[in-house]
């Protein structure tokens, strides 16, 4: 059974930074792709950022040039750098993983198997 967890949620100023995390643990298939989804207040979610196994990445055009996902180098953990905040960006943040290497690329939800439970981002102005 895989377990994701992120963290590092909170409340932060428009123009602030915020660093999520989020760790996959338990019995882990080979995972090859790793995304940050969000689901604003009222609107359905959707995926802002991936990064896959060869450290690919792609960003909504909501988050480009102001997010930043990365990967440990080793093991299960991946992380969303968030600067330049906007009061937009409010939003429960989910974390997923997928054993698609190409999953990173399309952001599309019923190709990751694997969630974490949220963590929540408010962006006051």
């Known amino acids: 059974q895989v377990r994701l967890v992120e963290s590092g949620g909170g409340s932060v100023q428009s123009g602030g930074s915020l660093r999520l995390s989020c760790v996959a643990s338990?019995?882990?298939?080979?995972?090859?792709?790793f995304a940050w989804f969000r689901q604003r207040p009222g609107r359905a979610r959707e995926g802002i950022s991936g990064i896959n196994s060869d450290d690919r990445t792609v960003y909504s055009d909501s988050v480009e040039g102001r997010f930043t996902i990365s990967r440990a180098n080793a093991g299960n953990t991946f992380y969303l750098q968030m600067d330049s905040v906007k009061p937009e960006d409010t939003a429960m943040y989910y974390c997923a993983a997928s054993t698609y290497i190409s999953a990173y690329h399309s952001l599309s939800m019923p190709d990751f198997r694997y969630w974490g439970q949220g963590t929540q981002v408010t962006v006051s102005s």
């Open positions: 338990g019995s882990t298939p080979r995972l090859y792709s």
